[in-house]
């Protein structure tokens, strides 16, 4: 057990690097610059999508003591159309990586924490997640898990909260173990600096309310080498369709 304690803290403190360096500038910086009335609620679902991004492996709970610690990440493609934020200040591609840690609770339950700090921007978050089916570890049997979460986000521009909630649906074995994912995001975001564009919205608030669909997969592709704890490392991938914007979540970790 001494063993597997410090090959998550060796693989935790690696998440930490990762994600702290993951970005080199703020995605964010041209908030004040562009944003407008027209603009709040792209820019607000946009934000929703990667805040809900990578909340879940697959339709397994932990069990009570199971521990889980890696590195996530949730990636959007492009910008809604109408984010002018992003688009004017050239962003494209863009998302956020997250450290996460989770623990099997009691009564088919399972916690998780998760967070970053970078460039002025600020989120923290965690969830609950709930193993609907209990008893199912036979390899291929469908298993089916309610997932939510929950996130703070602070910016020297503007400031935001979020939650999301997600059915997931999955069967495979210990190596292999594909998903299917089906919920919603509700995003609020509040102004917190004079736009240049239009100083009036200052403390104006924007809420959306968007769907999301996940399908990926979980592996365990060091099952068979022989080091000591090497079977518990996961790499997942997802593919994800937020408000109808492509984009991908991914994850490594170890799970145990």
């Known amino acids: 057990m001494d063993k597997f304690r410090r090959l998550g803290l060796t693989l935790f403190a690696l998440c930490l690097a990762l994600s702290n360096s993951a970005y080199a500038y703020d995605e964010f910086r041209g908030f004040q610059q562009f944003i407008d009335g027209g603009s709040l609620k792209p820019f607000t679902r946009d934000l929703g999508a990667i805040l809900g991004s990578a909340s879940f492996h697959n339709g397994r709970s932990l069990g009570f003591s199971g521990f889980d610690v890696g590195v996530h990440g949730g990636l959007q493609f492009h910008p809604d159309r109408g984010d002018t934020v ?9 998302g956020l990586p997250w450290v996460q840690a989770e623990i099997g609770l009691p009564y088919g339950l399972d916690g998780f ?13 965690g969830g609950l997640r709930y193993g609907i089916s209990k008893g199912m570890d036979q390899p291929w049997k469908p298993r ?5 979460v929950a ?9 935001a909260s979020h939650v999301g909630v997600s059915l997931v649906v999955s ?3 210990q190596t292999f173990s594909p998903f299917i994912g089906a919920g919603f995001d509700r995003t609020r975001l509040v102004v917190r600096s004079v736009p240049t564009l239009d100083p009036g919205l200052l403390g104006s608030t924007a809420t959306t309310l968007e769907s999301r669909f996940t399908t990926g997969v979980s592996v365990r592709p060091l099952q068979w080498v022989p080091v000591k704890g090497a079977e518990f490392v996961y790499l997942r991938g997802a593919f994800t369709l937020a408000h109808g914007m492509p984009g991908v979540d991914t994850g490594l970790g170890i799970r145990f």
């Open 171 to 173: 069967i495979g074995n």
């Open 144 to 148: 089916f898990l309610i997932s939510s």
């Open 151 to 159: 996130h703070s986000v602070a910016h020297q521009s503007f400031s």
């Open 113 to 125: 924490i998760r967070g970053i700090s970078y460039q002025g921007v600020t989120i923290a978050g």
């Open 86 to 94: 992003l688009r004017g200040a050239g962003v494209r591609t863009f």
